[in-house]
């Protein structure tokens, strides 16, 4: 069973996206390391040398690692499955705030405005809609892509994962991050890059992308970046994804 497409356009869905996005600290309670994971994933770029000419943030949802990557390089493109999340996303690159209610307490709520961020460039940016396993042709090629808590949200991450470098330069950068929560409403289990048992062995999804992604790629670093999603003013989910780099040969 796969979720349904209609999940990323409802606006629950949506408004969430949009605080995990542009969300300031006054609005979570947690550890400072969690917060502002989208931005800390656009600067992933920031890491290594890399030129700075093009970036794709692949799965962008509402924007806010484009965001991000718009401050650094010439070009971003933010491509992402759902209307409703691109939508959002260019809304807020023309400067539009985004009201959404949060939860206090039971049926308590209370009305936020967020905004883009002052270091984006929006006209160093553009979003479209598109299928991360059924790219278009003429998008080019890059310095800098960005697959960020996607992988867990494919129906085949490897035949994504297999085709991605002729998306990527000569020296250019992948980075991947995932806290490889494999479900079968997103990703068939025969599909999973991990989390499971194969001929007595168990399967982790960081060897599973070593595997695929060596013979076009040399892996630079890997790190954890732990990050929270907010439920109502006392409660989070804390959650830590594994991120990967990896240099294009």
């Known amino acids: 069973m796969t979720r349904t497409d209609s999940y990323y356009e409802t606006d629950k869905i949506i408004s969430e996206y949009l605080l995990f996005h542009y969300g300031e600290a006054e609005h979570f309670r947690g550890p400072p390391e969690s917060l502002s994971f989208p931005q800390r994933c656009g600067q992933l770029a920031l890491r290594h040398p890399v030129s700075k000419g093009r970036a794709l943030d692949l799965g962008c949802a509402v924007g806010g690692s484009s965001c991000e990557l ?77 697959m960020a808590n ?37 990703t068939p289990r025969d599909k999973w890059l991990g989390g499971f048992q194969k001929e007595g062995s168990p399967v982790r999804s960081y ?31 804390y959650s830590i994804a594994q991120a990967t780099l990896w240099r294009r040969r």
Request: net charge negative; glycine share 4%; aromatic share 6%.
């Open 150 to 186: 996607l992988i867990d949200r494919l129906p085949d991450p490897a035949r994504c994962l297999h085709s991605i470098a002729s998306l990527i330069n000569s020296d250019g950068i992948l980075a991947i991050t995932s806290p490889y929560t494999w479900l079968e409403e997103f």
């Open 70 to 146: 718009s401050a650094h390089f010439e070009e971003t493109i933010g491509i992402d499955f759902s209307h409703g999340l691109i939508e959002a996303a260019k809304r807020m690159q023309e400067g539009e705030s985004a009201d959404v209610e949060i939860a206090l307490e039971g049926d308590l709520t209370t009305s936020i405005s967020l905004h883009r961020p002052n270091a984006a460039r929006p006209t160093h940016l553009r979003y479209q809609q598109g299928d991360a396993m059924n790219l278009s042709n003429d998008l080019g090629t890059f310095d800098f892509v960005l």
């Open 207 to 237: 060897q599973s992308l070593q595997k695929i992604l060596q013979p076009e790629f040399e892996e630079i670093e890997a790190l954890d970046m732990p990050f929270l999603i907010r439920e109502h003013s006392r409660k989070n989910q």
